[in-house]
């Protein structure tokens, strides 16, 4: 694989909009479980971009702003044409006292607390203080950020629909793309179902998910993929490694979708990891290039908080997994048979 391939969000947005085929993710930049120095965020900045990676994804959850502002003083470095950004909308970002901060993971963090709003007003104030913090006149792509029930109850994503589309939110994210002020609109979400529901009420140019399509997870196969083929909607996968499972592989205390993985889960990436060292091909490797298999999937973003981190990241991507790795997975049941594979879309291109 190659990471300076560039994929189209898809084909129908006002401005086009490109995405290398390894992104990045910048929630690590944030703070995210530890305190980073400016410095060394820069320096991860300046690898990912070195390394060529030209896609670079943020938003203002992410160390309550502190990511937005530090891709923004990158921002003054790169150029800017040849680069794809984006953020998030849904949460503002208001001062409050120290004992009201919502740092949720991040660390040393400014001193603000988040709001939920999906309406008109709220959508607009969302995207005018990124562009305050991005110090930038341009954001590419403006996801709707978590406004799913996730473990918040139903009666949450009810809400955030409800202001989406009969408080304006939906109004304010169409008139900033027609305008010219965003190119590309979408959702940054943990479920692939309520994307599907988004495309029922309607016209989004791609989704940013956690994962939902990985070696562990594949059931977005029966109707949610093949309507992102149909509707030519992309996909960014973040990720992908469901938490942490894919990378580490099954020791003690890994994680899956944010908790420790069960005995199944375990038993499952051991199975994966057994396959994958028949073929001296790491476990991690697969899993990272195993989505880029999917043609509505378009970039893969994992996060890193180091130019090491970068480095690995890259060198992970563009490891070799042969062609038997992905038949072997499909002949013993890790993967399902219908799960297009990287090598079969490269041949398909």
Request: include cysteine; hydrophobic fraction near 40%.
């Amino acid at each position: 694989m190659k990471l300076a391939e560039a994929n189209p969000l898809n084909d129908r947005t006002p401005k086009p909009v490109t995405l290398s085929q390894l992104g990045f993710g910048g929630a690590p930049l944030g703070n995210l479980y530890r305190k980073i120095e400016d410095a060394d965020a820069q320096a991860t900045l300046d690898a990912a971009w070195d390394a060529g990676i030209r896609y670079f994804d943020t938003a203002p959850q992410y160390g309550l702003g502190r990511s937005e502002m530090r891709i923004s003083d990158a921002l003054a470095r790169f150029d800017r044409s040849k680069m794809t950004l984006s953020t998030k909308v849904g949460r503002i970002l208001e001062d409050c006292p120290r004992e009201e901060v919502t740092p949720e993971a991040f660390v040393d963090v400014p001193q603000k607390r988040i709001v939920f709003d999906f309406t008109y007003e709220g959508i607009m104030r969302s995207y005018e203080d990124s562009i305050a913090r991005l110090k930038t006149d341009r954001i590419d792509i403006l996801f709707l950020h978590d406004l799913d029930a996730g473990g918040n109850g139903q009666a949450f994503e009810d809400r955030n629909l409800r202001q989406l589309f009969s408080e304006g939110g939906y109004r304010a994210l169409s008139e900033l793309r027609e305008g010219g002020r965003i190119s590309a609109i979408g959702a940054g979400v943990n479920t692939w179902q309520i994307c599907e529901r988004l495309l029922g009420e309607a016209d989004f140019d791609g989704f940013l998910l956690a994962g939902r399509y990985t070696l562990l997870e594949q059931d977005s196969l029966e109707s949610f993929l093949p309507l992102c083929i149909e509707r030519d909607v992309g996909i960014i996968l973040g990720g992908p490694y469901n938490s942490g499972i894919l990378a580490t592989g099954p020791v003690k205390g890994a994680r899956y979708d944010y908790a420790p993985a069960s005995e199944k889960i375990l038993q499952r990436v051991r199975d994966l990891a057994e396959v994958c060292a028949t073929h001296d091909t790491p476990l991690i490797a697969a899993a990272l290039q195993f989505p880029l298999g999917h043609p509505a999937v378009k970039s893969v973003i994992p996060g890193a908080s180091s130019p090491d981190e970068v480095r690995q990241n890259v060198e992970i991507f563009e490891t070799p997994v042969p062609e038997a790795l992905w038949s072997d997975l499909k002949a013993q049941g890790l993967i399902r048979q219908d799960a297009p594979t990287p090598q079969e879309t490269h041949d398909a291109s």
